[in-house]
């Protein structure tokens, strides 16, 4: 693996730049030296919340056995042994965790994110004197002091995995205690400081192990989740969690006898929900835990339990603010920005790119795109022979997204490639005989893909790598021998995020090569922004930190020098002229051109409009029963009357009214359905936008993407180019200095944020999503500018976000940095904290219980589940049986998945009933599509929730959170038409929602029969 290098041996960037670690740092100081955190908590729209249970949280009891410290939300407090109020002696701006308390009891340790990474920080037991105690590019976690005081251990991946290390307090000496290849981690000290427990994943032998000067020895071997080990007074007995997904539970080791102990409930009633945090001590016999949302104190030998009852005060705020304006009327034709795979030609005369669902030809000095394809299929992702005579594209003209080609003088277009599953990214060899391309698989999930070559002559295929996740376009070296990529390196087994690298694949088998120009920062959102290999094989070009770089490598693409910065704006999807002198990229809405050997920068006039798909007729509909999504009772017999794409009026039935009929009078209606958490991507071709219709779901919140990709989707579906819903987007995941996902961007410096946040403007955003390593003290910055623009925010975090006023949160699980969730336990419980929290704050929560286990619930409950027809129609045998066949294999993987559901409803259920605004989505493609959005509603039902909630939750409050309920979520007078007719009563029935017999989207009508059907 390669190591992220020191910050000493980073290369210099030409232009001053704040790094976002100490970006974070400046910010914290001026927190801390102004009274801005305070003025903000005491705002008019401030709200206090008292918590008096936390979701794992952590403690760690004094050395004087009198004062408490906690972590609760982020935040370290202390309170009195004997309960009381808490005091904060941390901001809540760092994500503080897993406190440890000096042997002196002057001072608390801590693991905290406030500058990025992972990092040990202490405070003293007052308050004062925040002080950081590691440094670099690395994640520490899980601090104990030792017991004399001299130094703190901790695990690190700073070598490559999980191990522990141990440092001196005085002279700041590192020491590396573990060295194993597996991932070692929570280490505990014994009593007397000569020995150092902790979990261990050694293949051989996983489980609890001592570590002495003599050497480590396993104490216990145990293939369940473990934590948090910890010596007993006498150093005989080691405490640690055990957690099987059936049970969360305090356990016992006896070191000598090497048999252990099950201190809590595992089964039946009354069953222990213990967090994975370290044990704490009041004397020989009295020890210390948190569970079940409590502090609590036991005796050995001794069921009874104390607990140690608490209040912590909080600030929230519920954000008010100008929301963005939204036209969707035609009769404006505004400019098409979703641009996607912009690729030069060789004589860097001519540009092509996908838009509006079909493939555009641009000459230079000619501002006006010609369309090489026009049909109702998805064409996208072209790319020049390189003697300029051939288009490569993808089309979904065949049924599936295949690989065509464009003759460029006689606009012939042949099938090359027509496989089972969809391709991606095309690419030609630089003698153009070959053709790379990636081809997904049955699941098609975010773009996973095995590289493969096809000979353009002969059809010929051949599978270069095995499939590789969300990699960026391939690009070859000039003798066809290197294919380089975009992929993922972790840097350990233990959590999932790393950093974008060049993967370097050699087509004579020879072992990959991650190669970085700067190795501890990602390269940019993968998929398009290189690497570009230049055709003379000199450099390669790729996008890192929003700005175009290239980097000077050798035949094989190995780094041979330093690399240099082209551009001082955002500037993407990089492409070469045959000459290399030349980079054509998109610089945020504009196409533009570099000259190498000047620096010289020319934009490409583009001169492209789109316009609404609007009906200007009269339509009438006559129902049997409207559910307006306001109110739990039907309009019975009436009339909705639809002047070109909105709702004149909704009367009652009068025969022989002017205009369309459409008679529904034994059916009922509903507003259209919103998505509130979904991911697509092109791949999936034209079918996507009539899936999500044939489900009566008329509005989709996509929570990242390629934003070029996810715009032409957007513009395709509301010029009418495609068949869809309406779109409400974001760009790609916002995120820290790890990124894990293909469509995540990396934020490493205060410049680089600012032109995201500038984009989201240029590029029309709905909203912008933040992901799991963004630090609070930036995702502040970010709110601030995206209220002042009139987008809300979303993330997966609760607290403090919603203290300087996020409007939105996504899962009640879902992805942590932490590795446990502040949101919900390993048992699946939330607690007072969590549920408080989100009530007097109003922030918003999609809690995607589908895909917690609410798809698979859901489907053991119904025979006919997999029946429906509109999935039969849209997904193939293979895949529908290796959904069946997953159900199994999860409950043998995660056991209690699926038993531990009911816990996840009782929360939703609760929040619904309390008046926390709860919406609807599902986190698809995870599980599929459209389908997903139906089962949410289903288990929300199943948890007693009335449909009439569901449904609200999934029309009008999903149209308030994304901005739009002026127009959308509720079927009245002067709103937009979007409406489904279905057969049944859904508001006694939930299930008859899903019986879909027309969808009108923006006054269109579509019949079930239209939807199901290819063009």
Known sequence: ??????????????????????????????????????????????????????????????????????????????????????????????????????????????????????????????????????????????????????????????????????MDLHTHALTQITKDPANDYCPSFSPDGSKITFISERTSAPGIYIWSSDGEKLAIKSAGKLAAPAFNPAGTHIFYNLSTGAFSSLQDLDIAAGTTTALTVTTGAGISDVFPFRTSWLNEEEYMYSADGKIKISTVGEKNEELVPFKAMVTVVTPKYARKAYDFNAGKPKSVKGIKGLNVSPDGKRYVFSALGDIWLLEKGNPIPKALTKDAYMDADPTWSPDGTQLAFLSDRSGAMNLWLHDIKTGKQTMLVKLDYDLNYPNWSPDGSKIAFYMGDSKNTWGRGTLQTVEVKTGKIEKIHESLFVPSQPSWSPDGQTIALSGLQVYSTRYREGINKFILVSLDKQPDRFVSPMPERSLGMRAKNGPAWSPDGKY????????????????????????????????????????????????????????????????????????????????????????????????????????????????????????????????????????????????????????????????????????????????????????????????????????????????????????????????????IKTYVRMPDILQQRITNFAHAHGLPVSSHEIFPAMRYGVDAVEHIGGTSRRGYSPKITAMNHSYQDVKELLLKSQMNITPTISLQGGYFAMASKDPDFYENKQFRAFYSTEFINEIKANVPMIEKMFPGYMSNFGQIQKTTKTLMASGARVTAGTDSPFVPYAMSLHTELQAWVDSGISPFETLRSATLWAAQAVGVSKDLGSLEKGKLADLVIVDGDPLVQIRDAWNVKSVMKNGIIFTIDDLLKRP
């Open 540 to 767: 390669i070009a790729y996008t890192q930190d929003g700005l175009l770089w290239t980097v000077p490598v050798d035949a094989t693409g190995n780094i041979v020098g330093a690399p240099k910065v082209l551009t001082h704006e955002l500037s993407e999807v990089p492409s070469w002229t045959a000459d290399s002198k030349t980079i054509v990229f998109m610089a945020t809405d504009t196409i533009k051109q570099i000259t190498l050997a000047d620096g010289k920068i020319e934009t490409i006039p583009l001169n492209f409009k789109w316009d609404y798909k609007q009906p200007k007729e009269i339509t009438v509909i006559h129902a049997g029963k409207v559910f307006d999504g306001k109110n739990e009772a039907y309009h019975t017999n009436v009339d909705i009357i639809v002047e070109g794409n909105r709702i004149r009026e909704i009367v009652p039935h009068k025969a022989g009214r002017t205009g369309k009929l459409i008679d529904a009078s034994d059916k009922t209606i509903i507003p259209g359905l919103f998505e509130m958490h979904t991911h697509q991507h092109a791949m999936t071709g034209e079918k996507l936008g009539r899936l999500w219709l044939s489900y009566g779901i008329t509005s989709l919140r996509e929570t990242g993407a390629d934003p070029f990709d996810a715009l032409e989707r957007k513009e395709s579906w509301d010029a009418g180019t495609l068949t869809g819903p309406r779109e409400f987007f974001t760009g790609g995941l916002t995120d820290g200095s790890r990124i894990y996902y293909g469509l995540a961007n990396s934020i490493y410096s205060t410049s680089q944020l600012d032109m995201e946040l500038d984009r989201s403007v240029r590029l029309g955003y709905d909203m």
């Open 1 to 166: 693996m390669i190591r992220p290098t020191p910050f000493s041996e980073v290369p210099q960037l030409k232009t001053p730049r704040v790094t976002l670690g100490v970006f974070c740092l400046l910010l914290l100081v001026s927190f801390f030296n102004s009274k801005n955190a305070k003025a903000y908590a005491t705002t008019a729209d401030s709200i206090k919340v008292a918590l008096t249970e936390g979701t794992n949280m952590a403690l760690d009891l004094s050395p004087d056995k009198t004062t408490i410290a906690a972590d609760i939300q982020g935040t370290i407090w202390s309170i009195p042994i004997a309960g009381g109020d808490a005091k904060a002696l941390t901001d809540g701006m760092g994500d503080d965790r897993q406190p440890s308390w000096s042997p002196d009891g002057s001072k608390v340790a801590f693991q905290s994110f406030r500058d990025g990474y992972y990092h040990i920080w202490s405070v003293n037991k007052d308050g004062s004197g925040l002080k950081q105690i590691t440094l670099g590019v690395f994640d520490e976690r899980e601090p104990e002091w030792s017991p004399d005081g001299k130094s703190i251990v901790f695990s690190s991946d700073r070598a490559g995995n999980y191990d522990i290390w141990k």
